[in-house]
C-alpha cells in the first residue's frame, strides 16, 4: 500500500544495534565463543564512556588477534605474551590515554607470565582483560596453563595429569596478592545475567582510571571454547557451569580501593 | 707531541681517577685526550689499569702496547708493563709495594716512596697524587694547575675542600723526581 | 662553542638522547652498557622523559615497540645476551616500521661469553637477527663523540624512514672518556610528525591507526615485504656513510669499523711510518654498507686486510662487494681480545709483502 508510514515500526523493532565503536566487519569468532561476547562488551563500554578517540588498545596473539578488525579505535597487535608490556610503554608515552590489553591464557598466563607480574607489580595504569578458556584455541586445542585435571586436549590425548603437566595456574589471586592490582575480579559471559555483570565490571575498571585511580585492573573473564572442547555453544556453557567455576568461582577476588 | 701512558695497580689504589684527572686536565689545555679502562670483575678489588693519551693530533688508537710512560703501584703491573715500555720511556713504581724491582737498563726506572709521603701528609689517599706529580715532573705533559682545575671537575663538590691537599701532593711528587734529576 | 667534557661512551650517548628529545627509555642492565641505563634513570625523567628498568630485555623492547607505535622518540639499549633476547620484538618493530633506536654494547660470544669488547654480532646487526626479510639501519661509531653524534643521526633517520636504527658499539667505546661536544640540536626542530599512523587515539576524523605484522594472504604479505625492500634500497642508495684514510695512494686498504677502526688506524701510522702505502677505509654505516665505495676503490689497490673482534663477518660484506678484484685478507680477534696495533703492523708487512701472489686467508 502506498503511502502508509511506518517509520515509527522499524524504530520500535530496534532492540539493539552495533555500538558505533564497532566496525561492521563480521567476528571471525566459532559460534558461541565468549571473544564475541567480550570483544562486544569492551566497546560497548567505551561508547557509552565517550572515550572512543582516547582509548587505545593492545590486541594478543590467540584467537583474538584479529580483534582490531572490529574496533574503531587505535590498537595495536602484541608479539605473543607481550601485551601488557606493550601496553606498559603505550600508557607510560601517552599517561591521558586509556590502555587495555587483552589476552588468553596460553600469552598471559604461560608465554607471558613475567610480563603480567611484573606489569600489575608496577601498577600501570591499565586495564589487563585475560580471557580464560583452558585451551589453545587458534592453535588447535592444546593444553593450556589453565587446563583442569583430565581435559583431553591435543597434547593431552588422555587428558591432563597433575604428575605429568603441573597443576592448572590459578594466576588470578596470584596477581590479587600483588600491592599494584587495584581490583581483581573473575566474572564470566555464559549467561546474561553473567554478561550484565561483567559489563558493570569492566565499566567501573574504565572508569576507575577516568577518575584519576592508579594501579591495573585485572579481569578474568572465565570463558569457552566449543569448538576446542568439541561442544555445541549451549553444552560448552553448561559444561563451565558444572566443571570449571568450582576450579575458577567468579567474583571480585579485590574490591576497588576504598 | 704525544704522550703514551699507562697506570695501573689495585682496585681502590686511584689508578683510574689518577688517569683521569690527566685526561681531563689535557682536554683543558686543548689537548686531545682518550682515557681507556680495564673493567669489569677485576676492577673489583683486584688489578685495575687504564691507558691515557694526550696529543696535539686526533689519537687513533685508544689500546696500545707499548708506552711512553707507565705509572705501576704493584707488583703483578710491574712485572707486566716494564716490558711495555718504550725505550728511553719511563716506568714510575710505588716502591714499597715493589718488592722485586729488577728492571731494563734502557728505561728510566724511578721508585717513589709515595704511600710514606702521602702518610706525611696525613691523607694516605693522597698516593695517587704523588705518583700523577711525579709522573708531571718527568714529562710535563700538563700543569698543575690544569690538574686542579681537572679535579674541581673530577670531585664530587663535596670533597672540595682537598683540593689544597691535593695540591700539595701534586708538587710533592713533582718535587721528588726534580730532586733525583739534580742528584 | 659548546662546552667539552670528558664523558664515558655510555653516558655520552644517554646524554645525547635526552638532547635529542627522548621520551621513552625502557631497559634492562647489563654489562657493559649499565652506565647508560643508569645515566637516563638519574636524568630522563627530571628532562620530560618516561624511564623503565624491566623485568627482562623481553619485556624492555616490546615496552619500546608499543612506545614507538605511540610515533614519540623511544630507545633501548643492551648488551649482546641481552640483544639476542630481543630479536623477536625487532622483527616487528622492522615490519610495523616503527621508529626507534637501539643500543648494542657488543660483548664477546658466544653464550654468556665475556664482558670485554667484541665484533661478532655484526651478522646479526646487519643481516637481521631476528627472523623474515627485514634490515634495520647500523650505525658503528668509533668514538665518544660519535657515540652522542650518532645519536641525533639515529633518531632523525629513524624518523624520517619509519624504521629501527641500532647504533652499534662494543664495550671500550662504552666504558673510554674522551671530550665530547654536544652540538645545537632542538629536537623540536626535527621531530616528525607521525600522527598520520601512529597509535594516539582515534578521533572521529579519521580511522583507527592499527599497528599489525600479520598479514595471513601471502599476497598481502609480500605487498608488505615488497615495500620493506623499496625502502631498503632507497636507504642503501641516500645513507651510506663512510670514512676514508690515506686510501688515495694506497696499495693497501685496510677495512675497519667501530673501535678496530682506531687500532687499524695506528696501524696505519704505523705502516706509513715503514714506508708502506696502507689506508683505511671506515664504514660509518654498516647497513647500509659502502659496497660502492669499496667497489670503486678495488680498482685502485692490490690488495684489501679487514680487520674485526670476531671470526671473520664483516669480511663476507667486503668479498661480495670486491668480487674477487683483488684478495681481501682477514686479521681477526674473538672472545673479548682486541688486536693490536702492532700484531695488525706485523700482518701489514706480511700481506703487503705477498699481495701480488694471490693468498687466501
Redesign the interface.
Known amino acids: 500500500m502506498e503511502g502508509v508510514q511506518c517509520d515509527y515500526l522499524s524504530e520500535l523493532d530496534v532492540v539493539w544495534d552495533r555500538s558505533e565503536t564497532l566496525t561492521e566487519k563480521p567476528f571471525h569468532y566459532c559460534p558461541g565463543c565468549g571473544h564475541s561476547v567480550m570483544n562486544r562488551l569492551l566497546m560497548e563500554v567505551v561508547q557509552e564512556l565517550g572515550i572512543q578517540d582516547k582509548t587505545i588498545g593492545v590486541a594478543p596473539v590467540g584467537c583474538a588477534v584479529f580483534m582490531y578488525h572490529y574496533m574503531d579505535i587505535d590498537m595495536q597487535e602484541a608479539a605473543h605474551g607481550r601485551a601488557s608490556a606493550v601496553a606498559t610503554g603505550i600508557k607510560r608515552i601517552l599517561p591521558d590515554r586509556f590502555v587495555f590489553s587483552y589476552q588468553g591464557d596460553g600469552d598471559l598466563a604461560a608465554i607471558g607470565t613475567a610480563e603480567t607480574i611484573h606489569t600489575v607489580n608496577r601498577g600501570e595504569n591499565i586495564i589487563m582483560l585475560f580471557i580464560n578458556n583452558g585451551i589453545y584455541g587458534m592453535t588447535g586445542g592444546q593444553m593450556a596453563p589453565t587446563t583442569l585435571k583430565g581435559s583431553i586436549t591435543s597434547t593431552t590425548s588422555s587428558g591432563r595429569e597433575y604428575d605429568r603437566h603441573g597443576y592448572p595456574l590459578d594466576i588470578t589471586p596470584l596477581i590479587s596478592q600483588l600491592p599494584g592490582a587495584s581490583y581483581v575480579t573473575r566474572q564470566s559471559v555464559d549467561t546474561a545475567k553473567a554478561v550484565r555483570k561483567t559489563k558493570k565490571a569492566l565499566t567501573k575498571a574504565f572508569q576507575f582510571h577516568m577518575n584519576g585511580g592508579e594501579g591495573v585492573c585485572f579481569l578474568e573473564i572465565v570463558s569457552n571454547c566449543p569448538s576446542g572442547w568439541k561442544m555445541t555453544p549451549i553444552e560448552s556453557n553448561e559444561w563451565l557451569q558444572d566443571h570449571v567455576f568450582n576450579h575458577y568461582p567468579l567474583g571480585d577476588i579485590k574490591p576497588f580501593p576504598k | 707531541m704525544k704522550h703514551e701512558i699507562v697506570i695501573a695497580g689495585f682496585g681502590g689504589q686511584g689508578v683510574l681517577s689518577m688517569g683521569m684527572t690527566l685526561a681531563y686536565a689535557g682536554m683543558l689545555e686543548n689537548k686531545e685526550v682518550s682515557w681507556m679502562p680495564s673493567y669489569g670483575p677485576e676492577m673489583r678489588g683486584g688489578t685495575a689499569n687504564c691507558t691515557v693519551i694526550i696529543s696535539d693530533q686526533p689519537v687513533s688508537s685508544p689500546i696500545l702496547n707499548s708506552f711512553d710512560i707507565a705509572v705501576v703501584l704493584n707488583q703483578p703491573s710491574f712485572d707486566k708493563f716494564q716490558p711495555m715500555v718504550k725505550p728511553h720511556g719511563y716506568l714510575l713504581y710505588e716502591q714499597d709495594q715493589i718488592f722485586n724491582a729488577d728492571c731494563r737498563q734502557d728505561i728510566h726506572a724511578i721508585g717513589i716512596s709515595a704511600t710514606k709521603e702521602a702518610h706525611a701528609l696525613n691523607n694516605k689517599r693522597a698516593m695517587n697524587m704523588i705518583m700523577l706529580g711525579a709522573l708531571l715532573g718527568t714529562n710535563a705533559i700538563v700543569d698543575i694547575p690544569s690538574v686542579i682545575n681537572a679535579l674541581k671537575k673530577v670531585l664530587p663538590e663535596r670533597h672540595h675542600h682537598l683540593l689544597p691537599l691535593n695540591k700539595q701532593a701534586l708538587k710533592k711528587g713533582q718535587g721528588i723526581i726534580h730532586q733525583v734529576a739534580e742528584v | 662553542m659548546p662546552e ?1 667534557q ?1 664523558m664515558k661512551g655510555n653516558e655520552a650517548l644517554a646524554e645525547a638522547a635526552i638532547r635529542a628529545g627522548l ?2 627509555y ?1 631497559g634492562y642492565p647489563i ?2 652498557q649499565s652506565e647508560l641505563l643508569e645515566y637516563l634513570s638519574r636524568h630522563l625523567i627530571d628532562r620530560g622523559g ?1 624511564f ?1 628498568q ?3 630485555e ?3 623492547i ?9 610515533g ?1 622518540r ?1 630507545m633501548t639499549s643492551t648488551s649482546s645476551p641481552g640483544y639476542s633476547l630481543m630479536q ?2 625487532i622483527s ?1 618493530i622492522a615490519c610495523g616500521e616503527l621508529p626507534c633506536l637501539l643500543v648494542n654494547v657488543v660483548r664477546g660470544g658466544p653464550g654468556l661469553g ?3 669488547p667484541s665484533q661478532g654480532d655484526y651478522f646479526q646487526a646487519v643481516k637481521g637477527g631476528g627472523h623474515g626479510d627485514y634490515r634495520l639501519i647500523v650505525l658503528a661509531p668509533n668514538s665518544v663523540q660519535e657515540m652522542a653524534d650518532f645519536v641525533f643521526k639515529g633518531f632523525d633517520l629513524a624518523d624520517q624512514y619509519r624504521n629501527p636504527v641500532l647504533i652499534l658499539a662494543d ?2 667505546l662504552g ?5 665530547v661536544t654536544f652540538p645545537d640540536y632542538n629536537p623540536e626542530d626535527n621531530l616528525v610528525d607521525h600522527s598520520d599512523w601512529a ?6 576524523s579519521r ?8 598479514h595471513l594472504e601471502a599476497d598481502k604479505m609480500e605487498a608488505v615485504n615488497l615495500k620493506l625492500q623499496e625502502k631498503y634500497r632507497t636507504i642503501m642508495a641516500n645513507e651510506v656513510m663512510i670514512e676514508s684514510i690515506q686510501t688515495e695512494d694506497a696499495d693497501l686498504v685496510l677495512v675497519a669499523y667501530g ?1 678496530t677502526s ?2 687499524a ?5 704505523l705502516a706509513r711510518n715503514d714506508g708502506l702505502k696502507v689506508g683505511l677505509l671506515r664504514p660509518k654505516t654498516l647497513f647500509p654498507f659502502p659496497s660502492q665505495h669499496l667497489a670503486v676503490l678495488a680498482d685502485q689497490v692490490t690488495s684489501m686486510m679487514v680487520v674485526e673482534m670476531s671470526a671473520g663477518q664483516m669480511v663476507e660484506d667486503v668479498r661480495l662487494a670486491v668480487n674477487g678484484k683483488v684478495p681481501v685478507y682477514f686479521q681477526g680477534r674473538m672472545g673479548g681480545v ?1 688486536p ?3 700484531e695488525l703492523l706485523k700482518r701489514i708487512h706480511q700481506v703487503y709483502s705477498s699481495s701480488s701472489t694471490q693468498v687466501n686467508s
Do not use: W
Open positions: 667539552k670528558l621520551k621513552g625502557f654489562t657493559p618516561e623503565i624491566a623485568e627482562s623481553v619485556a624492555a616490546n615496552m619500546v615497540y608499543g612506545a614507538a607505535g605511540c614519540k623511544v623477536e620484538a616487528y665475556t664482558i670485554q664495550g671500550a666504558q673510554m672518556m674522551e671530550p597509535t594516539q587515539g582515534k578521533p572521529a580511522g583507527p591507526n592499527v599497528i599489525t605484522t600479520l673501535l682506531r687500532i688506524h695506528k696501524a696505519v701510522e682486541i693490536q696495533p702492532d
